[in-house]
């Protein structure tokens, strides 16, 4: 099933907005990821989807037909929440199937599904367990399969692995993803971790104080980021920002020995940011690579790559190169760029790509 936005806001006190005028067409079978900081909107723009909060403004459409005063049980949807929301007095199965209890569905087609999504979900053995016998991550598993139970086509999801640790959250990013494939549903997905929006969606919202600032694939929006926000949001560690004044129009003087060229004229005495992701600073001289002299701040070596923090003038930038660099710090260093690889954003407040 689809779901479609228009122009829908959200207000709480009649003054600021929490979601401000978000048009998206989400389409059926697709993995949307909702992605920005904390307090940006999103678990609220999920909430109005679900039909758990009024919309202040504009449309919300399910499978094309108007939602906006639809109750939450008639809009098909499911929920999976950040805190499970599972009942401490219940057991596994119970939890699962509390649900199709409340629908009245058949006992006997509620075992049928509550069997094969544990199968799926690998959770046959905790059956009768209580939640508080449960690992975080089965009770993450639980969650999940009540709402695979449910075999509603849209699945809302509200950061739902940021209580598992680093390594289960890989896990269950992979398992997500891939049940949400073999069910062939239409995800909305809620997250400020910028490595799980990239890694699972197939389109995602970025969000900043309520507004949208870009809807788009993983990496159109990592290579054409649409602002600085975005640009410095998206990739860890961060893309590198610097504010330089352009002199003749073209040339960008980011040191007083340095200079970076721009292709279009971008006007005079005009402040301009220069944006460079830390895997295009190089330790290595490539054809078309300008050389920089910088002094290193901090080196960290995590394995196979390094990550150093440098100063170049009084710009500090970060470096990820691959290997192991084992400078010291307040070295003397050069580093290698590209600059077909710089990026550039007005430095007015909407800091856009130019
Ligand atoms: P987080 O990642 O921290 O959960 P979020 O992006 O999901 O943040 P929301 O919870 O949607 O953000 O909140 C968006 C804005 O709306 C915030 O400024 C928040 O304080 C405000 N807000 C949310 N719910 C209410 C409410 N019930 N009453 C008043 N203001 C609210």
């Known amino acids: 099933m689809s779901i479609t936005l228009k122009h829908m806001s959200k207000s709480f006190d009649h003054e600021t907005f929490a979601v401000r005028e978000t048009s998206v067409s989400i389409q059926e079978g ?23 909060e009024s919309i202040t403004a504009g449309e919300i459409y399910i499978n094309g037909t108007l939602a906006n005063d639809m109750p939450p049980n008639k809009r098909q949807i499911s929920m999976v929440f950040q805190n499970y929301a599972l009942y401490p007095h219940l057991t596994v199965e119970e939890n699962i199937l509390f649900g199709l209890k409340v629908r009245k569905i058949p006992k006997k087609e509620q075992k049928k599904r509550c ?35 449910s075999q509603m086509p849209i699945c809302l999801m509200d950061e739902p692995l940021s209580n598992l640790d680093a390594k289960l959250r890989g896990q269950m990013r992979t398992e997500i993803r891939q049940l949400q494939q073999k069910l062939g549903i239409t995800m909305i997905y809620v997250t400020h971790d910028q490595v799980e929006a990239m890694t699972m969606a197939d389109r995602m919202m970025v969000l900043k104080k309520g507004e949208v600032q870009q809807i788009g694939k993983p990496l159109d929006i990592y290579n054409n980021p649409a602002n600085a926000f975005v640009a410095t949001f998206i990739g860890a560690p961060p893309m590198n920002v610097s504010n330089v004044t352009t002199k ?8 007083k020995d340095i200079t970076l060229t721009s292709t279009v004229n971008l006007g005079e005495h005009k402040e301009i940011l220069v944006g460079l992701r830390p895997e295009h600073i190089q330790l290595e001289q490539t054809a078309t690579s300008i050389a920089i002299p910088a002094v290193t701040k901090n080196v960290e070596i995590l394995g196979n790559e390094t990550v150093m ?21 307040q070295e003397n260093i050069t580093i290698y760029v590209d600059p077909a690889n710089i990026t550039l954003f007005d430095a007015l407040a909407s800091e856009e790509r130019i």
């Open 248 to 255: 003749d129009g073209f040339t960008l003087p980011l040191t």
């Open 30 to 52: 697709e993995f949307f990821v909702l992605v920005g900081p904390s307090g940006c909107g999103k678990s609220t723009m999920l909430r109005m989807i679900a039909g758990l």
């Open 309 to 329: 923090t440098c100063l170049v003038g009084d710009h500090e930038w970060k470096a990820k190169v691959p290997g192991q660099w084992n400078y010291s710090e």
């Open 115 to 149: 069997l094969e999504a544990c199968d799926m979900l690998g959770m046959t053995e905790y059956l009768k367990r209580k939640p508080r016998e449960l690992s975080g991550g089965q009770r993450q598993r639980v969650a999940l399969a009540r709402a695979v139970v």
